[in-house]
């Protein structure tokens, strides 16, 4: 709602993960309407990961029960969604509420996918990592090569570099 506030509400990079956690409860309680929605690594390798990050939230658009009236998007570009306009805010979820409570709502369910791919896959540590390419990661990936779930256009081993 317009008049929606909480204390704790901000860019879901500011807060930890306990207190994602608690927001997620209250802006799915709270909120008018929300959506989330994902794309397959497959398809990210596909296209790149901004034009299935625009796919993302086209998708969860359409599933909004409520269709927004215009659209606020955190970054400085946006594929247009059909009859909706759109405005780009750098650094949005530090200032509009809404944007804030839609990167919580992304992290949260981000990070419970990769809890889910840990069960499958406990060899790379998501349940930690949460797919960054931290050094553990790394390290998983040489001794167990790439699972499906891995990104394939995301360089995360460095290019052998040729002594020749």
Known sequence: PKDF????????????AKQR?????????????YAVASVSNEEIDATNILKASFKA?????DHLKLK???LLID????????SLKHTCIIKGDGIYASIAAASILAKTYRDEYMEQLH???PAYSWNSNKGYGTAEHR????EYG??????????IMPAQVSLF
Do not use: V, W
């Open 146 to 155: 790439l699972c499906k779930y891995h990104r394939k256009s995301f360089q």
């Open 139 to 142: 390290l998983a990936i040489r």
């Open 75 to 82: 970054g400085n570009r946006f594929t247009p969604y059909p």
């Open 119 to 121: 069960l499958e896959f």
């Open 57 to 61: 939230m086209h998708l969860a658009i």
């Open 5 to 16: 506030r909480h204390a704790l509400l901000n860019d879901s990079k500011q807060l930890t």
């Open 21 to 33: 956690t608690l927001l997620r409860t209250i802006i799915e309680k709270e909120s008018i309407s």
């Open 68 to 70: 927004p009236q215009a």
